[in-house]
T-cell receptor, first 114, second 113 residues
């Protein structure tokens, strides 16, 4: 697509439920990144994909967080047994590894755990 | 690994006044430099980037930044700000040949009428 698409744009979930956040990167972008931004805070790196593999998942805060990418395209970030501290905006970005010119970000998913 | 320092977490400035948002990075190796802007309740948008060539880079909305290799800085400037410039600004750097960005903690610019 023309840009990075994230869905849903907003998600309200009850504590303890699982959620899935989706990212559809720019067509042809081989690298995909997930970040988390808590209210009024900077960007917290979560995980980086190159193709379908994740060479750097060092930012995932706990084993409740996981992510996968299939077909070198769409990625899903899954949070199990959500907690209130998981409330944040989750941002996805993609880039062209062979011609790196920075990231293109999606508009984010605002997750609220109640 | 790179690190990026944005010393000013908040910058209030009156409308039509000039502004400079500071950014310093750690490594002196060859780098790419970026400024992103985040308007309220939106994702990050690329404002400008330095890849090579002229050290003075012009971006959208009248912003510009100057790459200073000796001072490892990439400060963002605008000669006259508007209310609509109120946003969070993030500086980012990557080593050339790498494909990941290191972000600063952001500077919240508030333009006062």
């Amino acid at each position: 697509g023309a840009g990075v698409s994230q869905s849903p744009s907003n998600k309200v979930t009850e504590k303890g439920k699982d959620v899935e956040l989706r990212c559809d990167p720019i067509s042809g972008h081989t690298a995909l990144y997930w970040y988390r931004q808590s209210l009024g805070q900077g960007l917290e790196f979560l995980i980086y994909f190159q193709g379908n593999s994740a060479p750097d998942k060092s930012g995932l805060p706990s084993d409740r967080f996981s992510a996968e990418r299939t077909g070198g395209s769409v990625s899903t970030l899954t949070i199990q047994r959500t907690q209130q501290e998981d409330s944040a905006v989750y941002l996805c970005a993609s880039s062209n590894r062979d011609l790196f010119r920075g990231y293109t970000f999606g508009s984010g998913t605002r997750l609220t755990v109640v | 690994a790179q690190s990026v320092t944005q010393l000013d977490s908040q910058v209030p400035v009156f409308e039509e006044a000039p502004v400079e948002l500071r950014c310093n990075y750690s490594s002196s190796v060859s780098v790419y430099l970026f400024w992103y802007v985040q308007y309220p309740n939106q994702g990050l948008q690329l404002l400008l980037k330095y890849l090579s060539g002229s050290t003075l880079v012009k971006g959208i909305n009248g912003f510009e930044a100057e790459f200073n290799k000796s001072q490892t800085s990439f400060h963002l400037r605008k000669p006259s700000v508007h209310i609509s410039d109120t946003a969070e600004y993030f500086c980012a750097v990557s080593d050339t040949g790498a494909n990941n960005l290191f972000f600063g903690t952001g500077t919240r610019l508030t333009v006062i009428p």
